[in-house]
């Protein structure tokens, strides 16, 4: 065995008080210190405070800019409907409760709404409807899936596109926006019966057809997307 010299012992010496001197300086609870970081607390909790500020947090009209001019807050707005007109200042209403509107961004979103809900209904596909429809809409679409399921009813049908979209009316409602578009577009659609035999439309026939359609979203929200909230078909 080896005998430790006056060099090492010096040295475990030293080792041991540092020991204890750290120990005496972070080892010291003060009763101010913050609680381990939890990742998954800590989200939770910024997602619960926020919620709790959307819900209390009214939206207040947009201000322009410093040195932005009226024309340039509302171009997309001048460019889509006619300046001074009762559609123009209602699209400007809108604009200015969500700063992030832009009419032909929302017009490409409801074409494309169009679409799923019209085929969504012929499928009896409930799971998308309730993502597209206010509660009021999807509950009459839904009786009449029932309705039709109850008769062992089935829709043929084959979206063959939009032709023509206008917005004919934008309003606020509170916090919500609404904004009514006419739509023409064309589509295959026959319902047969439960032996196959076709009791409504022409399953080799294109049809001609005209929609009246309401849209809404409230402006407080964080979700994006607009719901379908009225339906009339044009004559």
Known sequence: MGFFDF?????LIAAVVIFFQLRNVLGRRTGNERPPFDPYSA????????????????SLPRKRMP???AAETYADIDAFAKPDSDLNRGLRTIKDNDPSFDPKTFIDG?????EMIVMAFADGDRKTLKNLLSREVY???VAAIGEREAKAEKIQSSFVGIDKVDVVAAEMKGTEAHITLRIVSELISATRDKVGAVIDGDPEKVAEVKDVWTFFRDTRSRDPNWKLVATEEED
Do not use: L
């Open 110 to 114: 409801a074409k494309m709404a169009y």
């Open 7 to 11: 060099g090492t012992i010096f040295f």
């Open 67 to 69: 040195g932005e001019t």
């Open 139 to 141: 509950d009459s679409f």
């Open 43 to 58: 989200s939770r909790t910024r997602d619960q405070d926020a919620a709790q500020k959307s819900e209390n947090v009214v």
